[in-house]
């Protein structure tokens, strides 16, 4: 389904949608993070929709800071072990043609310093 769709809320440490157009609400039991990309140790790419405050906080946030604690605990037991292929962007032309596509196109970009994102008072908080 398509994230913009909906309107999320938890409740009780559950986690629900409601359809906009219909109003329907259903509890969310899954959820494809599709495009999240970890661009290097410092950068992560959500992927190319407008996500809402509430997406990120309630589905963005606590999956990315569950991997990353789950890299934390690997790393302590094998230091040599990287849990998530690092992707350097594109430089030069076709960067900036891809860049120029988006925005025309109407895609978003949301590439978040990692760090910042995952604190409580990171962007969009």
Not at 8 to 18: E, T, V, Y
Not at 25 to 47: C, K, M, P, T, W
């Amino acid at each position: 389904w398509n994230v913009q769709q909906y309107r999320l809320f938890s409740n009780k440490d559950r986690l629900f949608g409601q359809e906009v157009a219909s109003g329907h609400s259903f509890e969310i039991v899954f959820y494809h993070f599709h495009a999240v990309r970890f661009l290097n140790q410092d950068r992560v790419d959500l992927g190319e929709y407008v996500l809402s405050v509430p997406v990120e906080q309630l589905l963005y946030r606590p999956y990315l800071r569950h991997l990353e604690n789950l890299k934390t605990s690997l790393q302590q037991r094998d230091p040599g072990i990287r849990p998530n292929e690092e992707i350097t962007p594109k430089k030069g032309l076709d960067n900036y043609r891809n860049r120029v596509r988006k925005v025309f196109q109407g895609w978003s970009h949301n590439v978040y310093d990692k760090n910042e994102f995952l604190t409580p008072y990171g962007p969009n908080h």
